[in-house]
């Protein structure tokens, strides 16, 4: 079993240290950047998105917690929208060591029962075409493709 917690201050500096080097590679590959402009544009999209950390309003940044063993084993960003009964995903990780165990199909069947409960109607997401990992876990807990991202580098 999955549950949450929020992030705390003093474990943002390490969600950051994953965040900013992963997003940054995904910037650098589906986009035909070279790394160094990749990584400063993912320092930049983040700070503009969370300016004020785990306290930036209108964001919800949670660690995922292994509940047998109380281990930290992710973390989930999601901007709720409560007007539109929605909640938009925009990072999901579970760490390296904990990969591979089905913690990330508990942990999205843990946070839609727990937007359910708030009245929420909708998980919304954008996952990269080369992450299958990811993909797989999104299809197999009920998400569908509901468009295409598209780019050409000019």
Not at 21 to 28: G, L, T, V
Not at 84 to 112: N, T, V, Y
Not at 120 to 132: C, M, S, T
Not at 145 to 150: E, K, R, S
Request: net charge negative; hydrophobic share 40%; proline share 5%.
């Amino acid at each position: 079993m999955i549950s949450f917690r929020p992030m705390l201050e003093s474990e943002y500096a390490g969600y950051l240290a994953y965040f900013i080097p992963d997003y940054a590679a995904e910037i650098a590959t589906n986009y035909r950047l070279p790394h160094a402009v990749a990584l400063a544009q993912a320092r930049s999209e983040i700070a503009e998105d969370l300016p004020q950390g785990v306290d930036t309003p209108g964001n919800v940044l949670l660690c995922l917690i292994e509940s047998a063993s109380d281990a930290h084993v992710g973390y989930l960003w999601y901007r709720p929208d409560a007007k539109g009964r929605s909640a938009f995903i925009s990072d999901f990780h579970i760490l390296p060591d904990h990969q591979g165990k089905g913690l990330g199909k508990l942990a999205m069947a843990a946070l839609e029962i727990e937007l359910s409960a708030k009245g929420f109607e909708q998980i919304k997401l954008r996952v990269a075409e080369n992450n299958p990992r990811a993909r797989h876990v999104y299809e197999a807990t009920g998400f569908r493709v509901t468009g295409t991202n598209m780019s050409k580098t000019l």
